[in-house]
């Protein structure tokens, strides 16, 4: 990754394309996003891409596990934004502060959704929120700062923020997991 950083952010942004691509039929969603992670993992980790022989491997591997994601997380965000519309109109209780809580809740669950993504696995993403509860707001955080930017920027532009996220969650957690090790007195291979 040294010295050809254009390169790279090239190809994340075309993983971005061609994961929002492969995501629009709602049920592959969950295996497209395991792939692009494990993708990004790949290459930091190994320092080159997955093939696409590779790729496709890990997809048909993947999909049969993330078929509930897509339709899961399209209902989570249905009921989310319909409890942010009743609380702002003042339907429910609870006002802005109200708002807050289930916008934090939000958070926490869309950091627990790329640490998922991240790592591959729903048993791994809940292993690791059991060791270290606190790893879902810097994750949410990642997630909350492009979705923002995803507002600002023309919708167009909006897939090619998925890859980039996508490595900003990994380099995350490589960047964590070393600082784990290196607490513990292990060697990294990174």
């Given at each position: 990754?040294?010295?050809?950083?254009?390169?790279?952010?090239?190809?994340?942004?075309?993983l971005g394309i061609v994961v929002s691509l492969v995501s629009l039929p709602v049920f592959t969603l969950g295996a497209a996003f395991?792939?692009?992670?494990?993708?990004?993992?790949?290459?930091?980790?190994?320092?080159?891409?997955?093939?696409?022989?590779?790729?496709?491997?890990?997809?048909?591997?993947?999909?049969?596990?993330?078929?509930?994601?897509?339709?899961?997380?399209?209902?989570?965000?249905?009921?989310?934004?319909?409890?942010?519309?009743?609380?702002?109109?003042?339907?429910?209780?609870?006002?802005?502060?109200?708002?807050?809580?289930?916008?934090?809740?939000?958070?926490?669950?869309?950091?627990?959704?790329?640490?998922?993504?991240?790592?591959?696995?729903?048993?791994?993403?809940?292993?690791?929120?059991?060791?270290?509860?606190?790893?879902?707001?810097?994750?949410?955080?990642?997630?909350?700062?492009?979705?923002?930017?995803?507002?600002?920027?023309?919708?167009?532009?909006?897939?090619?923020?998925?890859?980039?996220?996508?490595?900003?969650?990994?380099?995350?957690?490589?960047?964590?997991?070393?600082?784990?090790?290196?607490?513990?007195?292990?060697?990294?291979?990174?």
């Amino acid at each position: 990754m040294k010295g050809d950083s254009w390169r790279v952010a090239g190809d994340l942004a075309l993983l971005g394309i061609v994961v929002s691509l492969v995501s629009l039929p709602v049920f592959t969603l969950g295996a497209a996003f395991l792939v692009a992670g494990a993708t990004i993992q790949h290459h930091i980790v190994y320092g080159r891409w997955l093939t696409f022989a590779e790729s496709w491997a890990l997809f048909r591997a993947r999909f049969v596990h993330g078929l509930w994601a897509g339709p899961l997380l399209l209902a989570v965000g249905w009921l989310i934004a319909v409890d942010v519309a009743a609380l702002s109109r003042g339907t429910v209780p609870g006002g802005r502060l109200a708002i807050l809580a289930v916008l934090l809740v939000a958070s926490g669950l869309v950091g627990f959704a790329a640490l998922v993504a991240a790592l591959g696995s729903l048993r791994q993403a809940r292993a690791a929120v059991a060791a270290r509860p606190a790893i879902l707001a810097p994750l949410g955080g990642i997630v909350v700062i492009v979705a923002v930017l995803g507002m600002l920027v023309h919708p167009v532009l909006v897939p090619v923020l998925v890859g980039f996220a996508l490595f900003a969650v990994q380099s995350f957690l490589s960047t964590k997991s070393r600082a784990t090790a290196a607490n513990r007195g292990e060697s990294t291979t990174l």
